[in-house]
């Protein structure tokens, strides 16, 4: 598999803005999750997160083709969090975001815990993060009577 993370540019902003929306549309409709959904993220809002330098954001591309994007920042020393991971639908399955995902932490060797948010409802994405070693917390957090979020982690210490 010819996988690679490329460091995102603000001349990437809208498209990936775009493809963002184009993931997370379903979801949207789903849970109605206005104030939170990437689905509605602005342009403003993406260029900070890309030209921030504490933030990570890197285009996922697969045969040469952009296919997703993921988001890593720390959130305290050594404590890094994925804030976003995503694989276009009709990439999905394909192990993808599972070898981005050690990709990035291979990138960040300083990180001694990650962590992650996964709605309750997608056991698809669940599998994904736990066949990487993902583990759930117990821990959970009720947007709204539609979403719940699942928190993981993984390397922690207790």
């Known amino acids: 598999m010819d996988l690679h993370l490329v460091k995102a540019t603000a001349t990437d902003a809208e498209i990936i803005l775009e493809m963002q929306k184009k993931c997370f549309a379903k979801h949207f ?22 030209n921030n330098e504490k933030v990570s954001y890197y285009k996922i591309v697969f045969n040469s083709l952009f296919v997703g994007c993921i988001r890593i920042y720390e959130r305290e020393p050594e404590i890094f969090r994925v804030g976003i991971i995503y694989v276009l ?11 981005a995902l050690v990709m990035a932490e291979n990138l960040h060797s300083d990180a ?45 210490e207790p």
């Open 29 to 50: 409709d789903r849970y109605n999750d206005v104030d939170g959904s990437p689905y509605n993220e602005t342009i403003d809002k993406m260029l900070l997160r890309i």
């Open 112 to 156: 001694k815990c990650w962590e992650l948010d996964c709605p309750e409802d997608l056991p698809q994405n669940r599998h994904c993060y736990e066949n990487v070693g993902y583990k759930l917390t117990g821990e959970q957090e009720i947007i709204n009577d539609k979403l719940i979020l699942l928190h993981y982690k993984k390397y922690c």
């Open 89 to 99: 639908p009709e990439y999905q399955s394909k192990g993808i975001g599972q070898q």
